[in-house]
């Protein structure tokens, strides 16, 4: 099947059309059209995201980057079109008066392209963000007479992590069950068990803040820039090696717990102790304090994972979203996972799937497809809070 997939959960605006074949066990995907227009220098400025500036980016950005994913895919006709359903578009944008405008536009001179359904990150995530993909979603799906698919982000994450490249695109294949999912981003810090296709039920989760978001305030505290995560990794990186002593030590929070939760408010809080400490730290403290942060990072992460694999008894461990492309955790996990559970297959994802796209969007609505899972345009809701479990 051809899928057209929707992405505008935070700062990237992402259309994605892949050709899909094959079953859960044996997934094929082929990228046929693949645009996305990152926020990211805009939301720089003021130090993070703001939800009311992404959704007006994600409505100016929304058409063009579906016109450009379709003419990529050859599926995009010029053609005069009369529109039906013209009074029901305008109800579903009504609350995105520009964004109506320009699909109104896009629509009545474009040909209904050749695609079998659509989906559509409707959580979590910012909601404002999300709502105007959901609607741009409903409203094409109605002007267009195709099915549609709500797909949780984190799900899409964690499937397309299974997704190995080859030369054709993209497959999933040779995956055991259960598999433990770890999904550590700017929002999230949670591993999921899934012991059936599509079916998760959560094993642990951050009482407090996602490790993404610890990274980005410990990066701040360094005066380094958003999204702070890969400043901080390249610093701990330029004296990892290096036979240093280390100066700082910082706290493992939960590490012997008997439970599979996270904490990471006390951690950065202790590094502010650190740099409150000492105003004047040298270019090498502050590499030092990187590299004991992400330590810490690394060895909680893993310790959770272990107890939680021993817990589930999953085959596959899959590591996904934006942290998961830290090059210290993705070394961590893949020694240790060697030694400790040999038997336990790890997934790392391909880089292009660390960061959020809409071909993870499409992966997952595939799988949810396979299933028959979907949803009613006129239901569908977008949720900040959407779960997986
Ligand atoms: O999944 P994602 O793109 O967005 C959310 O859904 O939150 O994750 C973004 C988070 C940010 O906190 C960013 O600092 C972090 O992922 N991140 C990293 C790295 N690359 C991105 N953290 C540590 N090391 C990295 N290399
Ligand atoms: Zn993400």
């Not at 992400?294 to 310790?303: K, Q, R, S």
């Amino acid at each position: 099947m051809k899928l057209l997939s929707i992405e505008t959960s935070c700062d990237e605006t992402a259309v994605s059309i892949l050709s899909c074949e094959g079953d859960q066990h044996e997934a094929h995907f082929r990228v046929l059209g693949n645009a996305l227009l990152s926020q990211i220098d805009l939301h720089r400025e003021y130090g993070g995201v703001f939800p009311m500036l992404a959704k007006r980016e994600h409505a100016k950005n929304l058409v063009p980057v579906l016109a450009a994913s379709l003419a990529e895919a050859g599926l995009s006709t010029e053609k005069s079109i009369e529109l039906s359903s013209e009074d029901k578009l305008s109800e579903i944008l009504s609350r995105e008066p520009g964004l109506f405008d320009a699909l109104r536009a896009f629509l009545s001179t474009h040909s209904v392209p050749d695609i079998d359904a659509i989906s559509v990150t409707h959580g979590p995530g910012l909601e404002p963000a999300l709502w105007v993909g959901v609607n741009f979603a409903k409203a094409l799906s109605l002007a267009w007479e195709k099915p549609l698919i709500g797909v949780n982000h984190m799900e899409g994450h964690l499937l397309s992590a299974l997704a190995e490249k080859n030369e054709d695109g993209f497959s999933i294949t040779n995956v055991e069950l259960p598999i433990l999912g770890l999904l550590i981003s700017g929002g999230h810090t949670e591993l999921d068990g899934m012991k059936e296709w599509l079916s998760y039920e959560l094993v642990g989760q951050t009482r407090d803040d996602a490790v993404g978001e610890a990274y980005d305030k410990v990066a701040r505290m360094l005066g380094l820039p958003y999204p702070g995560g890969p400043e901080v990794s390249k610093l701990a990186e330029e004296v990892r090696t290096r036979a240093l002593e280390q100066p700082f030590k910082l706290p493992r929070p939960m590490i012997r717990d008997p439970h599979c939760d996270f904490s990471f408010s006390g951690l950065k809080t202790a590094a502010l102790y650190v740099i409150k400490a000492r105003p004047e730290l040298s270019d090498e403290d502050k590499q030092l304090l990187a590299l004991e942060f992400e330590d810490a990072v690394a060895e909680v992460l893993f310790a959770k994972t272990s107890r939680a694999l021993l817990e589930t008894q999953a085959k596959t461990l899959v590591l996904g979203g934006g942290v998961s492309a830290n090059t210290n955790i993705r070394r961590v996990f893949t020694k240790r996972i060697r030694e400790g559970h040999p038997e336990v297959s790890l997934r790392i994802p391909e880089f292009m799937f660390t960061t959020d796209n809409a071909i993870m969007i499409g992966i997952a609505g595939y799988y949810r497809a396979l299933q028959g899972m979907y949803v009613n345009p006129e239901t569908l809701v977008a949720d900040g809070n959407l779960s997986l479990s």
